[in-house]
């Protein structure tokens, strides 16, 4: 038996594995400095998988095989598409809302060459580059203007920075939410140099709680829209136009906080809880602000709308340059808007609405295709079944909301769920599951058709290698 001390002898030099034929075809595509960074690796790695008793013998075939492996880790994006089979539509973790082929478009184009980002055409002279989009967010949503920043804590930011600096702000205890990467609303008002001042209780808050804060120092009244959680039981809150309302009487400025930002109504699918940025609109809120990349599903942007004097002065504060979007963000939310256009067409094309909207016959219909292809595929030992499941809209919004689905539920007789879980995350591209009492489980309403070959490929290549 050989001895550990003569298998670490064994293991080639740097020099003598950059001489061999078999590394020229890397070093043409590679450069010699990511080359040979592999190659230590490598080295390191086998000589750590000897002590460890995970490597019995080291073969030629088997070291160039992991620098090849290495070479490809080193030189993939770190960020990379994912199939998404979750059932979870708006995923923060996993990117939001995929694009339209509208939006696609237009990244492709106005990224590859230039653009009249700040250029007036008509005139011949510099514009100003919201204007690629004010137009299309007035004619969808009935705003006076629109401002567009980097997302929706920079445009509450902004908002409360240019309208309440050094000033009280009235906002319902209720409404204080936290959102993603533990930011919360009292902080984001705190760095906009407004003073806030809480009014009611967790639970309920009443009409008379903001007038009797109402003070000599108030500059408005700051409504937030719990999207991301809900408040049951005992409890009442103060409606937007019961808001506007106050505000008119004292003269005040009201603005709402929509969160997610939903453009079309989507109560005909059962979801009725999350108000459209129409809707708030029209109830007589000054200003409004929202995401770009939740509901609407466009890009990650925070979108201002309001009255046109206060969009004014919102784009005339410095912080303005600060949480500015560029032009792919632009372009992308350009061709998203334009798709809204056409209701129908937007129910067809942006794909978080589609797969919002897909019937559970359609999805039914999809699961047994998929079923037929992992079966065909795949070799003997898994075990596939059609099951019915929950999907989540996700992002943020219609917490309570949950639409039925369908869904593949997978086994394996001898390979824990666990191991090809992993696998499915470590495939090219990344494929994330849920595991659910022993099985994996994949949703429909998240899949795209061309995921479809890819998994039941990766699955059949994971229980052929065990």
């Known amino acids: 038996m050989v001895e550990l001390s003569e298998k670490l002898r064994q293991i080639p030099k740097v020099d003598q594995i950059l001489s061999e034929e078999a590394i020229r075809p890397y070093l043409e595509r590679f450069s010699k400095k990511l080359v040979l960074k592999s190659i230590r690796r490598s080295l390191d790695e086998v000589r750590s998988d000897l002590k460890e008793g995970k490597l019995q013998e080291l073969s030629r075939e088997a ?20 199939i998404n089979a979750t059932g979870v539509i708006l995923h923060t973790n996993l990117g939001r809302a995929p694009l339209c082929e509208r939006a696609l478009d237009r990244l492709l184009e106005v990224g590859r060459f230039y653009s009249n980002l700040e250029y007036d055409l008509k005139e011949g002279r ?32 902004l908002v409360l920075n240019t309208l ?26 705190s760095k906009s140099g407004a003073i806030l001042k809480e009014v ?32 049951l039981g005992f409890t009442s809150e103060v409606s937007l136009e019961e808001l506007v309302s106050l505000g008119r009487r004292y003269n005040l400025l009201v603005v709402i906080d929509l969160g997610s930002g939903l453009l079309l109504d989507l109560s005909a699918w059962g979801l009725r809880d999350e108000p459209t940025v129409k809707g708030a609109l029209q109830a007589g ?8 990349d939740k509901l609407l599903g466009g890009p990650q942007a925070g979108i201002i709308l309001g009255r046109k004097d206060l969009i004014e002065l919102i784009r005339k504060n410095p912080l303005s340059r600060a949480l500015r979007v560029d032009k792919l963000t632009l372009s992308a939310l350009e061709g998203t ?27 039914k219909k999809r699961a047994l295709k998929f079923k037929r292809l992992i079966t065909r595929m795949t070799p003997p030992g898994l075990k596939v079944q059609i099951v019915q499941e929950r999907s989540k809209i996700g992002g943020g919004s219609f917490p309570l909301s949950e ?17 090809i879980e992993k696998k499915l995350r470590q495939w090219n591209p990344p494929i994330i599951v849920r595991i659910s009492e022993g099985y994996l489980l994949m949703d429909m309403r998240t899949l795209f058709e061309e995921d479809l070959p890819i998994i039941a490929e990766a699955l059949a290549y994971i229980v052929k290698e065990g």
Do not use: C
């Open 63 to 82: 070291l160039l095989g992991r620098i090849l492996e290495n070479l490809k880790h080193d030189t993939r994006p770190s960020l990379r598409r994912v």
């Open 126 to 157: 510099r514009g100003h580059r919201y204007a690629h989009v004010e137009e299309l967010l007035k004619e969808l949503t009935g705003a006076e203007a629109a401002a567009v920043v980097n997302n929706n804590a920079g445009a509450v930011l």
């Open 164 to 189: 309440a600096e050094g000033k009280e702000v009235i906002v319902s205890r209720g409404e204080l939410v936290e959102i993603g990467g533990s930011f919360r609303i009292p902080e984001v008002m």
């Open 200 to 231: 009611g209780t967790t639970n309920r808050t009443h009409l008379y709680d903001y007038e009797r804060a109402i003070g000599p120092d108030t500059a408005l009244l700051l409504k937030v829209h719990t999207s991301n959680y809900k408040i």
């Open 285 to 292: 809120a000054d200003v409004v602000t929202f995401s770009g």
């Open 337 to 363: 808007l334009l798709t809204y256009l056409d209701e129908k067409r937007a129910f067809e094309e942006i794909p978080h609405l589609r797969m919002i909207t897909s019937s559970l016959q359609e999805l």
């Open 403 to 419: 639409l039925p689905s369908w869904a593949l539920a997978i086994r394996h007789d001898h390979i824990e769920v666990e191991k």
